[in-house]
């Protein structure tokens, strides 16, 4: 799901979140560093940091500020309000996400739950820094989720004014697609790199974000993202971008369904169409059966036949058989030079 919404017009309103008191944590102590330790870990540093502000605490209590209305977008998970983060005197755009609290199939409220997955996601957000990777910035309460629960922290991002790429290339259709799919591939080979899987790559999940230097492709939404090393179980629900071996709840993800997942996306972004089209029932059959996307469905100008044998080697029906993202660094490079 995806809901994004026309600029404001006149006054909107805009809360500020100051006098937020967090309540008795709700937290479990293994994740109770993501709250309290500020520090990302040093290792992630990227050379290229981008809109990184030196000595931000972790709790940005009194520094956020967000318009109620229009909100950025709505996904399966949460919802994402704009905003803007004072700091020295400076203020900068943030997208701030509130998660939807979970309901059990009988309506009640799992609150732990949704409090485990928030912290799951702000610990994998703050140990991400890099330029094609949607930068975090510190949680904060919210005044709508305090309502019902004042232990569930808002993550607040830096701000993608372009929005969803899917949106922002119907808009803007004469954008060259090759860089943004190398965004997108970089910030997946760092992830890769340091040991987490996406879990839920789609072109929903690709932001673009608008700066002096251009446009570029940020990765976001790290909901469904696991750390290898820890537990691989599948958190997604999306399954039209899902690698075939992603068939249940119980289902594990690697870092080859996330390249499954790339070639998908890389076919929509560069084709300005969905990867499959159509009954979703029908979709998983044929992601089952083997099929994979007919390329005359896809008549884009962008696709040569060296990037269609980068899209084909990446959506192999076996996990082993596909490029790791670190290959397609490279391939792109090379094609790109
Ligand atoms: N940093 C940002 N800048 C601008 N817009 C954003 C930002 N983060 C999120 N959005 C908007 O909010 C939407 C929902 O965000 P997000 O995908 O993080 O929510 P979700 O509930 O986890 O989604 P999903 O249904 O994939 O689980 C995005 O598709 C995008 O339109």
Redesign the pocket.
Same mark, same amino acid.
């Given at each position: 799901? @995806?809901e994004?919404t026309t600029p404001p017009e006149g006054n909107v309103p805009v809360v500020r979140l100051s006098e937020m008191v967090a309540g008795p944590t709700l937290f479990l102590p293994h994740q109770a560093w993501a709250l309290t330790n500020p520090t990302p870990n040093p290792e992630c540093r990227h050379p290229e940091m981008w809109d990184q502000i030196p000595d931000l605490p972790a709790d940005l209590k009194g520094m956020v500020t967000i318009t109620l209305s229009p909100v950025?977008?709505?996904? *399966?998970? =949460?919802v994402?309000y704009e905003g803007q983060l004072e700091s020295n005197g400076v203020s900068r755009a943030v +997208?701030v996400?509130v998660a939807f609290i979970k309901r059990a199939v009988d309506g009640s409220l799992l609150a732990d739950e949704t409090a485990r997955s928030v912290a799951r996601e702000m610990r994998i957000s703050r140990a991400l820094q890099h330029p094609n990777i =949607?930068h975090y910035y510190g949680m904060c309460y919210d005044p709508i989720a305090l309502k019902l629960f004042s232990t569930i922290p808002a993550l607040v991002? +830096?701000?993608? =004014?372009g929005? $969803?790429a899917i949106k922002y290339l119907a808009n803007h259709p004469t954008t060259k697609r090759l860089p943004l799919v190398r965004g997108i591939v970089d910030g997946l080979a760092y992830m890769h790199e340091f040991g987490i899987i996406h879990g #839920?790559l789609n072109p929903?999940?690709v932001?673009i974000k608008l700066d002096e230097s251009g446009i570029r492709a940020v990765l976001? #939404?790290f *909901? $469904?993202s696991v750390i290898a090393s820890e537990d691989t179980t599948w958190l997604g #629900? @999306?399954i039209d971008y899902s690698a075939p071996e992603i068939k249940t709840k119980e289902s594990h993800v690697t870092t080859m369904s996330d390249i499954y997942s790339l070639a998908l996306t890389t076919l929509a972004i560069v084709s300005d169409k969905p990867a499959f089209d159509g009954d979703p029932l029908k979709i998983r059959e044929m992601r089952t059966q083997g099929l994979r996307p007919d390329r005359a469905d896809h008549p884009a100008l962008e696709i040569d036949d060296n990037m269609w044998e980068c899209i084909v080697a990446c959506w192999a029906h076996q996990p082993e058989a596909r490029w790791s993202a670190s290959q397609v660094v490279s391939f792109l490079g090379q094609t790109q030079a």
């Open positions: 799901m @995806d994004e950025l977008g709505i996904g *399966g998970n =949460a994402v +997208a996400k =949607a991002f +830096a701000h993608c =004014a929005r $969803s #839920d929903r999940n932001l976001n #939404d *909901g $469904s #629900d @999306d």
